[in-house]
């Protein structure tokens, strides 16, 4: 059963029918309102969801991620000053991002996760696959399931993963990833060009 | 030559595979759904809310002590400026006059000041000159 939220007041004095901005919500939720908060909860939970599903495979993973940069974007309101109609959503979004990289970086530190251990028939499936492409075979033809798809990605450091969601999957320019991270462009031209070599690197092995 | 090409052609099939698997872990709007709605989902996060702030409001001291860790690089750039302000600048602060000649520095033996090789230069002198009339006499 999904949790339906009712608030029970929409903004403070706004004017009945009026659906209040981002900013609004902002603002009245600054002030304690805490009506405010649950719509744009509402509003953008499934862009955090979205996000959060490129890095983790597993729904609690992703709920854990939406609870978190909800919370940090809470305590963080007051820092936000967006004026633009997409400004909340690029904040929330960079909030998202940062969690999901911290958590990769955590799960990295601890090895906690073995979700890069492929299984026998997993890696015997790469194999012969990849057998084929370097025999002419067609890349578009390798059909690779998810799971398998987050097993090999796993296997990356976070940063490289990290930028290489953002540019080819998020389709963002360096310029946009370097304000997303607070990266310089260099850094981010550098991690992009080792995400690559690091990519090609984790599938060789299986050629 | 060949050999580079054939590189070439691979790196760009593996990068194509690359995008592809990056294109896999995009999850279905029904998965996304699911957990964006999850039960409780907004509820948790509210409690979560509440928990850091009556922790920040029970411990203001956290509060102090993460200012203080920020404040430690500070600190500790301030201290190795000043010692090496005071490795350096001794030599250089002394006034000329309470500088001590070679010859005329200050000995103590066990915390007592000895005698400057002057001072004992002309105390053995004195003490020659009071001893010559002693040897007249006799």
């Known amino acids: 059963m999904a949790e339906t ?3 029970e007041v929409s903004l403070r004095g706004a004017a009945p029918g009026h659906d209040p901005t981002d900013n609004e919500l902002v ?3 600054r002030t304690g309102d805490e009506a405010s908060f649950t719509r744009l909860f509402e509003r953008h939970r499934h862009l955090v969801a979205r996000l959060a599903y490129r890095y983790f495979p597993r729904r609690e993973q992703v709920e854990e991620i939406i609870q978190e940069s909800f919370v940090k974007a809470y305590f963080a309101l007051d820092d936000y000053h967006g004026e633009g109609e997409k400004s909340f959503i690029a904040w929330l979004a960079r909030i998202t991002v940062h969690t999901c990289y911290d958590e990769l970086r955590r799960q990295k530190r601890r ?6 251990d492929l299984t026998d028939d997993e890696a015997a499936y790469l194999t012969d ?5 370097s025999a002419g075979g067609n890349v578009e033809g390798i059909a ?10 796993a296997r990356l450091h976070p940063d490289d993963r990290l930028v290489l969601m953002l540019l080819k999957q998020e389709e963002l320019s360096i310029a946009e990833i370097s304000e997303l991270l607070g990266w310089t462009s260099a850094k981010v031209k550098m ?4 995400a690559q070599h690091s990519l090609r690197r984790v599938l060789r092995k299986f050629l | 030559m060949w050999n580079r090409s054939k590189s070439h052609t691979e790196n760009e099939k593996l990068d194509r595979l690359g995008d592809s698997l990056l294109r896999a872990v995009a999850a279905s709007e029904t998965e996304i759904n699911t957990a964006a709605t999850s039960p409780f989902l907004y509820r948790r996060i509210l409690v979560q809310i509440e928990q850091r702030r009556r922790a920040a409001e029970s411990s203001p001291w956290l509060a102090v002590l993460l200012q203080m860790r920020r404040a430690v690089p500070v600190v500790l750039t301030l201290a190795m400026i000043a010692l090496a302000v005071s490795w350096y600048v001794p030599e250089r602060g002394v006034p000329a006059n309470q500088l001590l000649a070679a010859d005329q520095q200050q000995v103590t033996i066990g915390g007592i000041p000895a005698l400057t090789q002057e001072e004992l230069v002309t105390s053995l002198v004195g003490w020659e000159n009071a001893k010559a009339p002693q040897v007249k006499e006799r």
């Open chain 1, 5 to 7: 939220i009712e608030p």
């Open chain 1, 27 to 29: 603002a009245a939720a």
């Open chain 1, 111 to 116: 090895s906690e996760s073995n979700i890069g």
């Open chain 1, 129 to 133: 696959q990849l057998h084929d492409l």
């Open chain 1, 144 to 153: 690779v399931s998810r799971d398998l798809a987050q097993k090999l990605l």
């Open chain 1, 191 to 194: 991690r992009s060009h080792r």
